[in-house]
């Protein structure tokens, strides 16, 4: 039966618990321990599928087709461990569970409440799959205090209170505030946190306390003092150059030794560190550098594209060269002038994205890449717009567009070389899908197969491989009936669905590297993994900044 981690946060929000309960299950693991993460997220959203990126970041896709929290994505590439579906909810999902349950009867005509009603659906959540690890670390979303929390505060009490003593531990993040004119760390806004805590019932076994100064000794004893918790299960969190930096210097400020003793695990494994320190090796002894200009929508929030981010960064540290990522807003492309934003990058990188803002300068972006020999690497709405310019530039259909921006205008208006996808193969069944579904859900999401072409670029990228599977998240897809068209004027269809009906891979054959996919290749780079698209777009990037 698995041992329970439950993170919580106080003080202020965005303290970094995904960051810190990613680089603890690394740490577990480097000790030998089978880990697996979580995510409760208070908010009503069923899912974040349906949020802005402006709103709550990226949304990061799991194997099996779950819209999750961009904090999954931190899981995995620390740990390597897939996520799956039953590994986040929301209190939505919650909530939308007890009311359909109760709809069908299911409750015997009782009166529903938040307790137990809510909190049993918590805790059933919880126990999913406790006998498959050694340790369960489960990230509450948002601070104590917050009204929408409660339930999941109190189901976390409840959950550790109907297991064996000693099975589950707390550790809390807060926030040690420096003020400058008086040169004081502040400790009284971590004690009110820890003391909203206890109010509920909960006593933190471990504090992860961020800082931007060093935290004396002495301040660490009064905080073990008035929050109830040992001196050396006080943690120091200090601001890092780097995500990746942050399991060793956890390790290095006694975090996992801490939750191991607060388990009465003794004598603890020693622990394997080799991999990362190989990881900050490669980050801090780079080679070199290349610039690459990422043509997004949603540039103003870079969490928006965290995993496109970190998987450039894993790109570098496979090629021993550091990446510079500019975020350029595709609606700046779409003048004459503004093209020229583009100049003196060693590689292009257009992503997905939603509605037709600035997609006419990510087709800008494409076709200066494709006549400027520069690397271009498009990711889903990317590989569409490569696809419209060819369409337009080489194949000449002037008219090229897509349907998700001009399906109520009518046909006759343009030609639709990307459509609404209305069908498709999934396992052994047919999924069909409308245009009036509702939003959330209803994409092709999810991991998908796809059969590469001999010889290809993305076939060599691959190892020689005969298919890649990566995931997906999309509405609309590339028609396959200009295929021979395109092809005849050199943008190749390198890579299909195992079923020949859907594009999953293009690229430009006269061209030094020149690739658009349909999938997320980003969602499954880690840094001691790095995608393979995203390490050969760098080296592909590095051998064009030692030409010029």
Same mark, same amino acid.
């Given at each position: 039966?698995?041992?329970?981690?439950?993170?919580?946060?106080?003080?202020?929000?965005?303290?970094?618990?995904?960051?810190?309960?990613?680089?603890?299950?690394?740490?577990?693991?480097?000790?030998?321990?089978?880990?697996?993460?979580?995510?409760?997220? =208070? #908010?009503?959203?069923?899912? =974040?599928?349906?949020?802005?990126?402006?709103?709550?970041?990226?949304?990061?896709?799991?194997?099996?087709?779950?819209?999750?929290?961009?904090?999954?994505?931190? #899981?995995?590439?620390?740990?390597?461990?897939?996520?799956?579906?039953?590994?986040?909810?929301?209190?939505?999902?919650?909530?939308?569970?007890?009311?359909?349950?109760?709809?069908?009867?299911?409750?015997?005509?009782?009166?529903?409440?938040?307790?137990?009603?809510?909190?049993?659906?918590?805790?059933?959540?919880?126990?999913?799959?406790?006998?498959?690890?050694?340790?369960?670390?489960?990230?509450?979303?948002?601070?104590?205090?917050?009204?929408?929390?409660? =339930?999941?505060?109190?189901?976390?009490?409840?959950?550790?209170?109907?297991?064996?003593?000693?099975?589950?531990?707390?550790?809390?993040?807060?926030?040690?505030?420096?003020?400058?004119?008086?040169?004081?760390?502040?400790?009284? =806004?971590?004690?009110?946190?820890?003391?909203?805590?206890?109010?509920?019932?909960?006593?933190?076994?471990?504090?992860?306390?961020?800082?931007?100064?060093?935290?004396?000794?002495?301040?660490?004893?009064?905080?073990?003092?008035?929050?109830?918790?040992?001196?050396?299960?006080?943690?120091?969190?200090?601001?890092?150059?780097?995500?990746?930096?942050?399991? !060793?210097?956890?390790?290095?400020?006694?975090?996992?030794?801490?939750?191991?003793?607060?388990?009465?695990?003794?004598?603890?494994?020693?622990?394997?560190?080799?991999?990362?320190?190989?990881?900050?090796?490669?980050?801090?002894?780079?080679?070199?550098?290349?610039?690459?200009?990422?043509?997004?929508?949603?540039?103003? *929030?870079?969490?928006?594209?965290?995993?496109? +981010?970190?998987? *450039?960064?894993?790109?570098?540290?496979?090629?021993?060269?550091?990446?510079?990522?500019?975020?350029?807003?595709?609606?700046?492309?779409?003048?004459?002038?503004?093209?020229?934003?583009?100049?003196?990058?060693?590689?292009?990188?257009?992503?997905?994205?939603?509605?037709?803002?600035?997609?006419?300068? !990510?087709?800008?972006?494409?076709?200066?890449?494709?006549?400027?020999?520069?690397?271009?690497?498009?990711?889903?709405?990317?590989?569409?717009?490569?696809?419209?310019?060819?369409?337009?530039?080489?194949?000449?259909?002037?008219?090229?567009?897509?349907?998700?921006?001009?399906?109520?205008?009518?046909?006759?208006?343009?030609?639709?070389?990307?459509?609404?996808?209305?069908?498709?193969?999934?396992?052994?069944?047919?999924?069909?899908?409308?245009?009036?579904?509702?939003?959330?859900?209803?994409?092709?999401?999810?991991?998908?197969?796809?059969?590469?072409?001999?010889?290809?670029?993305?076939?060599?990228?691959?190892?020689?491989?005969?298919?890649?599977?990566?995931?997906?998240?999309?509405?609309?897809?590339?028609?396959?009936?200009?295929?021979?068209?395109?092809?005849?004027?050199?943008?190749?269809?390198?890579?299909?669905?195992?079923?020949?009906?859907?594009?999953?891979?293009?690229?430009?054959?006269?061209?030094?590297?020149?690739?658009?996919?349909? +999938?997320?290749?980003?969602?499954?780079?880690?840094?001691?993994?790095?995608?393979?698209?995203?390490?050969?777009?760098?080296?592909?990037?590095?051998?064009?900044?030692?030409?010029?």
């Amino acid at each position: 039966m698995a041992r329970y981690i439950f993170i919580t946060g106080g003080v202020v929000s965005s303290l970094g618990k995904g960051l810190a309960s990613a680089a603890l299950g690394a740490l577990l693991q480097a000790r030998g321990y089978t880990v697996r993460l979580r995510k409760l997220d =208070p #908010y009503l959203n069923v899912d =974040p599928g349906t949020m802005s990126p402006f709103e709550h970041g990226e949304v990061f896709v799991t194997d099996d087709g779950a819209e999750t929290d961009l904090d999954l994505g931190h #899981y995995e590439r620390f740990t390597g461990v897939s996520a799956r579906r039953t590994d986040t909810i929301s209190a939505g999902r919650i909530y939308s569970n007890v009311l359909e349950r109760e709809r069908r009867g299911g409750y015997l005509g009782k009166t529903i409440q938040v307790i137990p009603h809510v909190t049993n659906e918590i805790k059933d959540f919880l126990a999913i799959g406790e006998d498959e690890v050694d340790f369960q670390l489960c990230e509450i979303g948002g601070t104590v205090g917050d009204i929408e929390g409660l =339930p999941f505060f109190e189901a976390i009490r409840q959950f550790s209170n109907d297991r064996p003593r000693g099975q589950c531990i707390l550790m809390h993040l807060t926030l040690l505030p420096y003020l400058a004119a008086s040169g004081e760390l502040k400790t009284k =806004p971590t004690q009110h946190s820890v003391k909203e805590l206890r109010s509920i019932g909960l006593q933190p076994d471990v504090l992860v306390c961020r800082s931007e100064q060093p935290i004396p000794d002495r301040e660490r004893a009064k905080i073990a003092l008035f929050c109830n918790v040992r001196p050396d299960a006080v943690i120091p969190a200090y601001d890092l150059k780097s995500i990746y930096e942050a399991p !060793m210097a956890y390790h290095q400020a006694g975090l996992d030794r801490a939750v191991l003793d607060a388990f009465r695990i003794s004598p603890a494994p020693r622990p394997d560190l080799r991999r990362w320190e190989d990881v900050m090796d490669r980050l801090t002894n780079a080679e070199g550098e290349v610039r690459v200009a990422i043509v997004g929508k949603y540039t103003q *929030l870079e969490d928006a594209y965290k995993s496109i +981010s970190e998987a *450039l960064t894993h790109g570098g540290m496979a090629n021993r060269v550091r990446v510079r990522p500019d975020w350029i807003d595709a609606e700046k492309l779409e003048t004459a002038e503004g093209i020229h934003l583009l100049d003196g990058y060693h590689g292009i990188v257009v992503p997905g994205g939603f509605g037709e803002r600035g997609t006419e300068g !990510m087709i800008s972006a494409a076709k200066y890449a494709r006549e400027k020999k520069v690397p271009y690497l498009g990711i889903c709405l990317g590989m569409q717009m490569a696809v419209i310019e060819a369409a337009r530039n080489l194949a000449g259909i002037a008219d090229a567009g897509s349907e998700e921006f001009d399906h109520e205008a009518g046909a006759d208006r343009f030609t639709p070389v990307v459509y609404h996808l209305k069908e498709w193969v999934k396992g052994n069944s047919t999924v069909q899908r409308k245009i009036t579904d509702d939003k959330g859900g209803t994409m092709r999401l999810g991991s998908y197969t796809a059969h590469l072409a001999p010889g290809s670029k993305v076939a060599e990228v691959y190892g020689g491989a005969t298919e890649m599977e990566d995931r997906h998240r999309h509405r609309y897809e590339i028609d396959a009936a200009y295929r021979d068209r395109l092809e005849q004027h050199g943008l190749w269809f390198s890579g299909m669905s195992p079923d020949g009906r859907l594009p999953e891979v293009v690229e430009v054959r006269d061209h030094p590297w020149f690739i658009g996919v349909q +999938s997320h290749p980003e969602l499954k780079s880690k840094p001691f993994a790095p995608a393979p698209l995203f390490r050969d777009f760098v080296r592909a990037a590095k051998d064009l900044e030692r030409m010029v």
